[in-house]
C-alpha cells in the first residue's frame, strides 16, 4: 500500500471545559407511597397492594411520558445559485411526538455540509465544502461555533481543512480530537480542540493515493467519510476513489493515526464506498456503495479493527433504471435495522441485520417524500428517523416501528433550504 503521511507524535492537552454531563431522561422508581396501610386498612392484602401497584405505575408512566427535547442542527449548501440557505439551521425535536420546530438560521457560513458536535454539548464543528485555489488539491475550510444559550452559534474560528471539498467530520470520544475527510484533497486530518480558542495545528495528515476502475469518479482518492469505533482505538475511512476501507489505529492522547494489521479491505471494484457505520455490539460494521446503490456487510474484529466481508447488496428494486447514488447508511440504536439512503430513487432501503453471522435481508424500500435524500439522522431513542431531501428543501419525519423496524411517514415536514446533513443535543435542564 502506497500512502503519504505525517503525524505529530505529541500534542497538547485539550483545554476545553467539559462542562455539563450530557443530560439523561429521567427515569423512574416503583415506589410504595403509603407503606402503613398495609397494618391499618381494612382493605384485603392482595387488593391493596394491587391497588398501591396500580398508583405507582400510573406515576412512572406520567413520568417516562415527559418528553425529551433536542436542540437539532441542519447543514445546508449554500452555494450553486439554487440555495436559499444562507448556513446553520436549528430546530427543537420532541421526541415524544416526533415534532420539529420551525427552523431558525444560527449560523451565516459557506457550505456546511457536515457538522460534529462536541460532546460536551458546548461547541459545533461544520466543515465548508469548497475547493479554494492553492494547493496540490485545493482547500476547503473547516469552522468552530460556540454553542450559547438558546442555541445560537458564534464563530470561534474558520481555518483551512488542508485539502479540497471536506464532507466529514467526526468528534472523538475524549472531545481531545477533531477528524476530517477531505473528498477533493483525498486526505483525512486530525485536529487538535482547544475549546474557546478553536482547533490547532494538526497532530495528523494521512494522504491517500491510487485510482479504481471509474473514469470519471475514481481516477484519485475521494476519502469520503471517517468514523471511529465505540472504544475509540480504531478509525475507518470510506475512500470512494479507491475502492478501500482504510482501517487505521487511533491514539486518543497524541491524535496520531496510524495503519492497522490489516490496514485495509478492498470492496467491489467501481463500487465507491462513501459512508461506514459500526454496529452497537462492535462485532459487525456497514458501507453503503455511491456509485452503484448497494450496502456491504462486515464482521469486525474489535481486537485488531479488521474487516470480513460477509454479504453485498442492492439497496434498490431489481427493475429500477433511474439514477443510482446512495448517500447514507446508519445502524439502527437497538442493532437490528440498518437504513441506507438512495438519491435518485428517493428513498430508504431497510435491511434486518441477522446476529451472530452479520447477513443482512432487506425488508422493504421507502419513498422519502422529497428529492435526493443526502443525509438521515435517527434520534437516540430509536424511535424516529428524521431524513434531509436536499433537492426539495425539507426534512421529513418518520415512525420507525420498535418490531419490523419498518418506516412510516408522519406527515410532518419542516422548510430548510438544501438540508444535507443533521445533528442532535439534548437540551439541559
Not at 463500487?271 to 459500526?278: C, D, L, S
Not at 435491511?351 to 452479520?358: A, L, N, Q
Amino acid at each position: 500500500m502506497s500512502m503519504a503521511a505525517w503525524c505529530a507524535r505529541s500534542s497538547s492537552e485539550s483545554r476545553y471545559d467539559r462542562g455539563k454531563r450530557r443530560p439523561r431522561r429521567r427515569g423512574s422508581r416503583l415506589l410504595l407511597p403509603f407503606p402503613d396501610l398495609l397494618e391499618n386498612s381494612s382493605m384485603p392484602t392482595r387488593t391493596l397492594l394491587l391497588a398501591t401497584l396500580s398508583f405507582a405505575m400510573s406515576i412512572c408512566q406520567a413520568r417516562d411520558s415527559v418528553a425529551e427535547v433536542y436542540s437539532v442542527y441542519f447543514g445546508t449548501y449554500t452555494s450553486g445559485g439554487v440555495s436559499s440557505s444562507r448556513g446553520i439551521y436549528r430546530s427543537l425535536f420532541d421526541d415524544e411526538r416526533g415534532s420539529l420546530s420551525e427552523p431558525e438560521l444560527v449560523a451565516e457560513t459557506v457550505n456546511p455540509s457536515f457538522l460534529a458536535i462536541h460532546p460536551s454539548g458546548k461547541y459545533l464543528y461544520a466543515v465548508n465544502e469548497v475547493v479554494e485555489k492553492g494547493g496540490w488539491r485545493g482547500n476547503g475550510g473547516v469552522s468552530a461555533f460556540a454553542i450559547k444559550d438558546g442555541g445560537q452559534l458564534e464563530l470561534i474560528q474558520r481555518r483551512a481543512s488542508l485539502g479540497g471539498a471536506p464532507c466529514h467530520a467526526n468528534v472523538d470520544a475524549t472531545g481531545k480530537h477533531l477528524l476530517i475527510a477531505n473528498y477533493v484533497g483525498g486526505n483525512v486530518v486530525v485536529f487538535p480542540i482547544l475549546g474557546e480558542e478553536g482547533l490547532g495545528e494538526p497532530s495528523c495528515v494521512i494522504e491517500h493515493e491510487g485510482s479504481s476502475v471509474d473514469p470519471q469518479r475514481q481516477r484519485q482518492p475521494h476519502a469520503h467519510s471517517i468514523n471511529l469505533s465505540g472504544d475509540n482505538r480504531f478509525a475507518y475511512v470510506a475512500d470512494l476513489g479507491i475502492d478501500q476501507i482504510r482501517i487505521y489505529r487511533f491514539d486518543e492522547t497524541s491524535g496520531v493515526l496510524a495503519p492497522a494489521e490489516p490496514s485495509l479491505v478492498k470492496v467491489t471494484p467501481g463500487g465507491g464506498p462513501r459512508h461506514f457505520a459500526i454496529h452497537p455490539s462492535g462485532q459487525f460494521a456497514f458501507t453503503n456503495h455511491e456509485l452503484t446503490a448497494q450496502v456491504t456487510s462486515f464482521r469486525r474484529d474489535p481486537a485488531s479493527g479488521e474487516l470480513t466481508p460477509v454479504v453485498t447488496l442492492p439497496t434498490l428494486p431489481e427493475d429500477f433504471d433511474g439514477r443510482r447514488s446512495s448517500a447514507e447508511c446508519l445502524v439502527h440504536p437497538g442493532g437490528r435495522f440498518l437504513y441506507v439512503s438512495n438519491r435518485g430513487h428517493d428513498s430508504i432501503a431497510v435491511f434486518r441485520i441477522t446476529p451472530p453471522t452479520g447477513e443482512i435481508e432487506r425488508i422493504e424500500i421507502v419513498s422519502t417524500g422529497g428529492a435526493e435524500p443526502r443525509n438521515f439522522l435517527i434520534d437516540p431513542s430509536g424511535k424516529w428517523l428524521l431524513a434531509a431531501n436536499q433537492n426539495s428543501d425539507k426534512v421529513v419525519v418518520f415512525e420507525i416501528d420498535a418490531t419490523e423496524g419498518r418506516l412510516r411517514s408522519t406527515g410532518r415536514a419542516v422548510g430548510v433550504g438544501r438540508p444535507v446533513c443533521i445533528r442532535m443535543f439534548p437540551l439541559g435542564d
